[in-house]
Antibody, heavy 125, light 107 residues
Framework: QLQLQESGPGLVKPSETLSLTCTVSGGSISSSSYYWGWIRQPPGKGLEWIGSIYYSGSTYYNPSLKSRVTISVDTSKNQFSLKLSSVTAADTAVYYC?????????????????WGQGTLVTVSS | AIQLTQSPSSLSASVGDRVTITCRASQGISSALAWYQQKPGKAPKLLIYDASSLESGVPSRFSGSGSGTDFTLTISSLQPEDFATYYCQQFNNYPVTFGGGTKVEIK
């Protein structure tokens, strides 16, 4: 079945750029039925959608993070990536990648399933 | 952005109890709502989509209802494996948003 796996540094210094990659296995990232997204969860807190990307490169970002976020896709490697610039301690969180069902009754971004296991990124000097 | 308010934020219940969790949207979202279950140290797991559609493989004791601004997740008979935190998510409006979560604890 489809699996997603996040990878990247677990520690990032303040003001630097957080970079994570999500590798998709058991299915193609180039499916027309899905977007691919990043969601984060600060320790002990709730979930925040960061952004989503289609295999063609079309992106949607959360307006609260848009100025600092870049999501890209590499269909040859079946991967998509997240870059978050100018990080602070407030960006410390578990970062999840997930598949997002698209174009249900004309809605581009729908629910997320499945999710990767998540990776903790700590912002600290 | 649409705000989703879940209530209660936590509850204590016993095995076999009927449990109801509410999610209220700050404006109408039709039936564009999903529910997730998250256990400690694990990723969220999809339970319900389109407000009332049960995801494949999810036990039938879970059910969802509602439309517009008021939604509920019901567990008809709480099982030991159901103790977790539950989140709602709306996808009717950009940006996608999540509720604050409801933690279901053992009484």
């Amino acid at each position: 079945q489809l699996q997603l796996q996040e990878s990247g540094p677990g520690l990032v210094k303040p003001s630097e750029t957080l970079s994570l990659t999500c590798t998709v296995s058991g299915g193609s990232i180039s499916s027309s039925s899905y977007y691919w997204g990043w969601i984060r969860q600060p320790p002990g807190k709730g979930l925040e959608w960061i952004g989503s990307i289609y295999y063609s490169g079309s992106t949607y970002y959360n307006p609260s993070l848009k100025s600092r976020v870049t999501i890209s896709v590499d269909t040859s490697k079946n991967q998509f990536s997240l870059k978050l610039s100018s990080v602070t301690a407030a960006d410390t969180a578990v970062y999840y990648c997930a598949r997002c069902i698209t174009m249900v009754r004309g809605v581009i971004l729908n629910w997320f399933d499945p999710w990767g296991q998540g990776t903790l990124v700590t912002v600290s000097s | 952005a649409i705000q989703l308010t879940q209530s209660p934020s936590s509850l204590s219940a016993s095995v076999g109890d009927r449990v109801t969790i509410t999610c209220r949207a700050s404006q109408g979202i039709s039936s564009a709502l999903a529910w997730y279950q998250q256990k400690p140290g694990k990723a969220p797991k999809l339970l319900i989509y389109d407000a009332s559609s049960l995801e494949s493989g999810v036990p039938s004791r879970f059910s969802g209802s509602g439309s517009g601004t008021d939604f509920t997740l019901t567990i008809s008979s709480l099982q030991p494996e159901d103790f977790a935190t539950y989140y709602c998510q709306q996808f009717n409006n950009y940006p996608v948003t999540f509720g604050g979560g409801t933690k279901v604890e053992i009484k």
